[in-house]
């Protein structure tokens, strides 16, 4: 058929096809109750906008029919009704299958509405009509998700910043909830450099490693916060396997990890350890990539971390100065002090070595730190002096200094991923 004849149907077919405007949107309504579940599982609320939609498609092909095609399709006349709401209850594939069941309707009604030799052209009008309105679909899809995506990278962001500056807030606990967040279970806080090769946007470096944890089936906040990554993991108390898993997406240098807490809103102890670990990293030349805050405490600590010093005293000094471990402490002065040697602290402490080796079991097991582990006895040997200058007399509480001088660089306008 030429293109004049497929331009200029017959009135007749022309005003057929008009008239029967309502029967056509009838019958769809009944044909998606017939064949498609999801919409019969949708609210009637949601029902109701679909039904809108499909009307309107009807509608927008009578009118472009009745017009000899001049012009394309108007998406906006089909989804401008309501395309948020749209959007978020039907999916663009269920929308695929509401504009394919309109065009089964109206294919099904050629015979009955078209004049004679109009047939074709009908049809035919119906397919073009249907797949231009499949390209609109997609497009409007398109600006939504990226309208939602521009919003949850501002939400995340601004999660983010909350957790850094320690604000559980109502307001946290709203956007967090908006992004699926509200519930998340063990989260932990991680940061390290931005990749060199994404220093010109943040976008590639957060999408990066956003997805690359998702494949470990963990959930992740990201930003970029001028020179550092920043990622908070929900959903594993194995976060280190996976931050080791992912640590490309990170720039050179360290990657911390901070400890695992119960949920976002305590996620704040998580991103100060995590945050301090890495400014007092760099005193540890042979750190490994990743590695947890509390396995730089003793850096920590030399760089004013006041959390620190007060884990290091708890979890040494304090343990090995009880009544019923003195022996414990005095061996562990001696053989810090004499170079680690058994022979030489047995000869201090007038023991045999034997006894020594037994009490420096004794001190691994009620504190958690080897003495003959060279970097484990240097943690012990500060939390000791630690502990001393703590309770020494007129002594004050450790300055905050620079754990002060860090959260205080964390205050910073939330960055946009």
């Known amino acids: 058929m030429s293109d004049a004849a497929r331009q200029h149907p017959s009135e007749a077919t022309s005003r057929a096809v008009e008239r029967s405007a309502g029967d056509l949107a009838t019958l769809a309504s009944q044909r998606m109750e017939e064949k498609l579940r999801w919409y019969r599982d949708l609210s009637a609320e949601e029902r109701s906008q679909v039904g809108l939609v499909a009307q309107a498609g009807i509608s927008q092909f009578i009118a472009w029919f009745h017009h000899q095609e001049s012009h394309s399709p108007s998406a906006i006349s089909i989804f401008g ?78 999660v983010v910043d909350a957790v850094l500056r320690g604000e559980a807030d109502d307001s946290m606990q709203s956007r967090a909830s908006a992004l699926g967040w509200g519930d998340v279970a063990d989260v932990t806080f991680v940061v390290g450099s931005t990749p060199t090769t994404a220093r010109a946007g ?26 550092r990554l920043i990622a908070i993991l929900g959903g594993t108390r194995a976060a280190v396997e996976v931050v080791e898993q992912v640590a490309g997406c990170f720039g050179p240098g360290p990657v911390v990890v901070g400890p695992t807490v119960p949920h976002l809103f305590a996620a704040g102890r998580s991103a100060r350890a995590a945050l301090s670990g890495l400014a007092a990293a760099a005193a540890w030349p042979d750190a490994p990539r990743v590695l947890e805050s509390d396995a730089v405490l003793p850096e920590r600590a030399l760089a004013g971390d006041s959390p620190a010093r007060r884990v290091l005293v708890d979890r040494i000094h304090r343990p090995l100065s009880a009544p019923g471990h003195v022996s414990l402490l005095e061996t562990a002065t001696a053989y810090l002090e004499l170079g680690g040697s058994l022979e030489a602290s047995a000869r201090a402490l007038f023991v045999h070595p034997n006894t020594v080796r037994y009490r420096l079991g004794r001190i691994a097991d009620v504190t958690g730190y080897d003495l003959t582990t060279p970097r ?38 939330p960055a946009t991923s």
């Open 376 to 413: 484990e006895a240097w943690a012990v040997r500060i939390a000791l002096a630690l502990g001393r200058l703590a309770a020494a007399p007129g002594s004050r509480p450790p300055a905050r200094g620079g754990q002060a001088q860090l959260e205080e660089t964390s205050k910073v306008s």
């Open 202 to 227: 943040a976008v590639p470096a957060v999408d990066d490693l956003r997805r690359s944890v998702r494949q470990h089936g963990v959930e992740a906040l990201a930003i970029v916060q001028r020179s």
């Open 81 to 158: 009704n309501a395309p948020q709401e749209l959007t978020r209850s039907v999916s663009l594939r269920q929308t695929l299958d509401l504009v394919r069941t309109v065009v089964d309707v109206v294919e099904s009604r050629v015979e009955s509405l078209a004049g004679p030799g109009d047939e074709q052209l009908l049809r035919e009008s119906v397919l073009r009509f249907s797949r231009e309105i499949a390209f609109a679909a997609a497009e409007v899809y398109a600006g939504a998700a990226e309208a939602r995506g521009a919003w949850d990278a501002r939400l995340e962001a601004l």
